[in-house]
């Protein structure tokens, strides 16, 4: 899996049951994270730019990494299937989602089948494409008994709504918005690094209201779902737009109010649009942003939802769940099970997804 980061390619080795009746089993064998090189995270930010010559150079560059990288993770391991979501550079809703990192130099090097291109077929019902988490997120909690709010902080944020009930047709899962990539971005421009490490920015900045108001109103926000997004809308340009419009707010304050607003923008979305009692509901949070604790602090504060824990609590570290989520979706396609929720992404039946 690599995502909205672009930091690094997330490499898990699973094994995997999952039935008819949608019962899933899982364990991971092990896990690692393989940060990219400035070449590669280069190759990737040039691809954003949608020139289709870029994106088809650095989908060969992107393929090869993969298979490289692959072949160091997995050593002398037996592997029956690989699955692989590649690289967003370029998501429209409904419309289109592309994905780079050629598939076919993993095939030649492993010779097992390799699944990808997991976001096309629920677009050809009408969908979105996105979310996919919601599908995991479902398995893993759908037997709890308890309404859980599952909450990504990868670059984008992400939430599923699994209703006590647990029937897959009353899920809700949708991007809220910004997860870590405008902190990052800030982190990345003032200061060459690539995250606000132990929050030390944010503790030293303050709030600028009038930079949370304007961001609060952003379209995105106020948007109902089924929606999804990505760095097209909260990366380096809305970072640009932000400085050249505020010379005299210091990089501190950019990354205190980023946090603020990330956690507002979460809180206002779950509050819109997921009918819960605040009384009787659990948040569960994974991805990389479970390591920024003034954000979690905001989260907490803004969502006002008390029992906020980590999904390490649950048997599942935070690091590797989308890399699982990868890994169940390969094994779905294998067995022609649908994977798509219809009621995150809008699509009109549920397919199964993945070539």
């Known amino acids: 899996m690599s995502g909205t980061s672009m930091d690094g390619l997330d490499c898990g080795l699973f094994d995997i049951s999952l039935n008819s009746d949608y019962e899933l089993d899982c364990s991971c064998r092990e896990f690692m994270i393989f940060p990219y090189s400035e070449y590669i995270r280069k190759s990737i930010q040039n691809s954003l730019q949608g020139d289709e ?34 690289q967003t550079v370029a998501h429209n809703d409904g419309m289109s989602s592309i994905q780079i990192g050629d598939p076919e130099s993993l095939y030649e090097k492993f010779q097992v089948p390799v699944v990808y291109d997991f ?17 995991l997120d479902w398995l893993l909690f759908k037997k709890s008994g308890k309404d859980t709010i599952t909450l990504n902080l990868g670059g984008v944020a992400n939430l599923s709504f699994i209703p006590k009930s647990g029937k897959r047709n009353e899920v809700i899962g949708f991007d809220t918005g910004p997860g870590m990539a405008l902190i990052d971005e800030c982190c990345e421009k003032f200061y060459g690094e690539p995250i606000d490490r132990d929050s030390v920015h944010a503790k030293l900045g303050k709030v600028n209201e009038e930079i949370l108001s304007e961001l609060m109103a952003y379209e995105y926000i106020q948007k109902s779902p089924p929606k999804s997004t990505g760095r097209h809308e909260f990366g380096e ?15 501190d304050d950019l990354i205190r109010t980023f946090c603020i607003f990330t956690a507002k923008s979460i809180a206002e979305n779950m509050n819109k649009y997921l009918n819960f009692s605040i009384s009787d509901v659990r948040m569960i949070v994974s991805g990389g ?36 989520l990868m890994a169940v979706l390969g094994v779905a396609h294998i067995q022609e099970m649908t994977a798509n929720i219809p009621t995150t992404t809008g699509a009109k039946k549920m397919v199964v997804l993945g070539i």
């Open 237 to 251: 340009g809305l970072v640009k737009s932000i400085i050249k419009n505020y010379t005299k707010t210091s990089p």
């Open 289 to 324: 942003g479970i390591h920024h604790l003034v954000l979690m602090k905001d989260i907490q504060k803004y969502t006002r939802i008390s029992e906020i824990k980590t999904v390490d609590n649950y048997g599942i570290q935070p690091d590797f769940k989308e890399a699982l």
């Open 119 to 135: 976001r096309q077929a629920d677009i050809d019902e009408g969908g979105n494409g996105a979310p996919l988490m919601p599908f």
């Open 53 to 86: 010559v870029v994106i088809k150079d650095a989908g060969k560059i992107l393929g090869d990494e993969f298979t490289a990288i692959s072949e160091e993770f997995i050593k002398d391991s037996h592997i029956d299937l690989i699955a692989t979501h590649g």
